[in-house]
């Protein structure tokens, strides 16, 4: 008679029930590279969202800093306006232009990486498996292809956060700056 802690997967206690333990010996790294393939998927989908959320915010910064720059650089050219109203103009026009360039740099990044085997690396595994291919070793190759996807997109979403922190503080800061180019150009002039 087998006592039910002698079942695979359970661990006699010290009470009349075993307690499951789940996979372990031989079926556990299968199980762990599992766990580690869906823990893996979830920081890529986050690091997608990250990207998908900078490339909202520079656009929507163009959207703000563009028109800005519009009508800063209409108003340097403005033969109306009085010298500091002129300075003042020509700072905002630089700071909103480079607002616009840098959040424009965050848009450009196109080469994400995806981490999915290609349909060619598939038939190439499927024709002619390696000698140690199993369920096992196709989640290890995954695993490892997601590793490096999100390695790079990390590096990615970082400059593109940089470039959209850099829009962000010309923005910010071009009021302050055009005042002080306007009281500047009042008190030497």
Not at 74 to 83: D, S
Not at 148 to 154: E, F, G, Q, R, V
Not at 162 to 173: I, P
């Amino acid at each position: 008679m087998t006592h039910e802690a002698d079942a695979p997967g359970t661990v006699a206690m010290d009470c009349p029930q075993a307690t499951e333990v789940g996979e372990h010996g031989k079926d556990f790294p299968y199980w762990a590279a599992k766990e580690a393939l869906k823990a893996a998927e979830i920081a890529l989908a986050e690091t997608d969202r990250s990207r998908e959320s900078l490339g909202k915010t520079a656009t929507s910064l163009i959207g703000w800093a563009l028109p800005l720059s519009i009508v800063f650089g209409g108003a340097v050219l403005a033969e109306n306006l009085k010298l500091p109203q002129r300075a003042a103009a020509g700072v905002g026009f630089l700071m909103t232009t480079a607002a616009v360039m840098a959040a424009f740099q965050a848009l450009r990044v196109r080469d994400w990486a995806n981490a999915s085997l290609s349909p060619s690396q598939w038939f190439s595994l499927i024709e002619e498996p390696p000698a140690d291919a199993s369920a096992f070793f196709i989640t290890l190759q995954r695993l490892n292809s997601i590793e490096a996807a999100l390695h790079k997109n990390d590096q990615l979403v970082e400059g593109n956060a940089k470039h959209v922190r850099r829009a962000w503080g010309l923005l910010l800061a071009m009021p302050a700056m055009a005042f002080l180019a306007a009281l500047l150009t009042l008190l030497i002039f």
